[in-house]
């Protein structure tokens, strides 16, 4: 080999390996749709997307070395993206489904959602469970599951409102025993507001429970990997449940893997 085929394989080998380089530190394009506070939404002031999905993507992108290209799109547009290549992954509150798990592949779950109930911190009407709920007044958001819930428990005496905020207020003027709201809506309510925290128990009892993952094509099990491999990292180190307790104020559920 002479001296100019040499200088041509050496330029060759160091372009692939430019290449594969810039493959692997590649952008992350991550879709969302930002109408689902507290885990994706619009700050009122700036415009900018934020949440503890958010936060979570981000963090995961750094510890894959990766930087994060966030997409706010509509919710029904993430998955067709990405099963048609233009999006990498979706992140929007994504429960997991087995109609979905046709289509894409999950991360590890990151968070369980589902109905909770908030009662007074006095708990007078001494409510533990749902079972507890039944014959007891009951405070819900109109047209949410948590009113379908309630309608469903016996001899309970229901008022509707139009914000789950207004539901709890009721609850604490002495008007109701109970709330039962979606779990990440109160936690994030508890964190927004000291003195409803103060003057509340929201308790464990989960309800409807659903899986929260970020999704994938199925031709990509590669990322879900190195994904997955980064919740887990994030989980080790502790970084998980400060972004956890950032958003809903208490620490993450030990159940998840």
């Not at 979706?90 to 592949?105: H, N």
């Not at 911190?121 to 047209?143: H, M, P, W, Y």
């Not at 919740?231 to 972004?243: P, R």
Request: aromatic content about 8%; charged content about 20%; some cysteine.
């Amino acid at each position: 080999m002479n001296f100019a085929s040499l200088t041509k394989t050496a330029a060759a080998f160091a372009a692939s390996c430019l290449i594969a380089g810039s493959a692997f530190a590649a952008t992350l394009t991550v879709a969302t749709s930002a109408t689902f506070p507290p885990f994706e939404f619009q700050d009122s002031k700036t415009g900018t997307v934020q949440g503890f999905e958010i936060d979570l993507v981000k963090a995961v992108g750094a510890k894959m070395g990766r930087d994060v290209k966030i997409e706010n799109i509509g919710f029904d547009a993430i998955i067709p993206g990405i099963l048609s290549g233009t999006i990498d992954m979706g992140a929007a509150g994504f429960s997991i489904t087995p109609e979905r798990g046709k289509r894409v592949l999950f991360s590890l779950p990151f968070y369980k959602s589902g109905l909770t109930i908030i009662v007074p911190k006095e708990n007078k009407a001494d409510i533990t469970d749902f079972k507890s709920l039944e014959g007891k007044r009951i405070s819900v958001q109109i047209g949410t599951t948590s009113q379908q819930l309630a309608k469903k428990i016996p001899g309970t005496t229901i008022t509707t409102f139009a914000s789950a905020g207004e539901a709890v207020l009721n609850m604490l003027a002495g008007n109701s025993d109970a709330v039962i709201n979606d779990k990440p809506v109160t936690d994030y309510m508890l964190t927004q507001s000291k003195s409803i925290a103060e003057q509340t128990t929201h308790l464990k009892p989960i309800a409807t429970a659903d899986l929260f993952a970020m999704v994938f094509a199925k031709n990509n099990p590669a990322l879900k990997a190195e994904v997955d491999k980064a919740l887990k990292d994030l989980k080790a180190d502790g970084t998980f449940d400060k972004l956890h307790e950032k958003w809903f104020g208490v620490r993450s559920d030990p159940e998840l893997p």
